[in-house]
């Protein structure tokens, strides 16, 4: 009966850990979602219509601020495997893509990773872009 204890026990602690997690980097990805961040339909028009320095840079700061919030969910989903993998009974071994285990999360946080990258690549692309507009 101790071992059951102390798995649920373990089980509370891992939880509350990753609510912290969740609660914590929530107003992160807010404070850059506000900082920057443009809405679809501002992003599409400025691709299509973008001849300024200052259009540039709009989408420039875009793509950081996008940057930043994939940044923010690869950190969540890494803490997230760390957890699944110290608490495999919260997650499923018998399926390792579900929503709840550490190579789901593991999946993710790389394609966020990647995202990131990609999206720091067009902001660079449109700082050259700016100051090519500004000659």
Known sequence: MKNGFLNWKQAIASAMVLAALIVISAPQATAVEMKGMLKSKEVKALVANAKTPADHMKLARHFNAMAEKHEVEALEHEALAVEYTRNPRMGSSKTPMR???????????????????????????HEAMAKEAEK
């Open 99 to 125: 929503p709840n285990s550490a190579e789901h999360c593991k999946y993710f946080a790389e394609h966020c990773r990647k995202a990131a990258s990609e999206m720091r690549a067009m902001a660079v692309a």
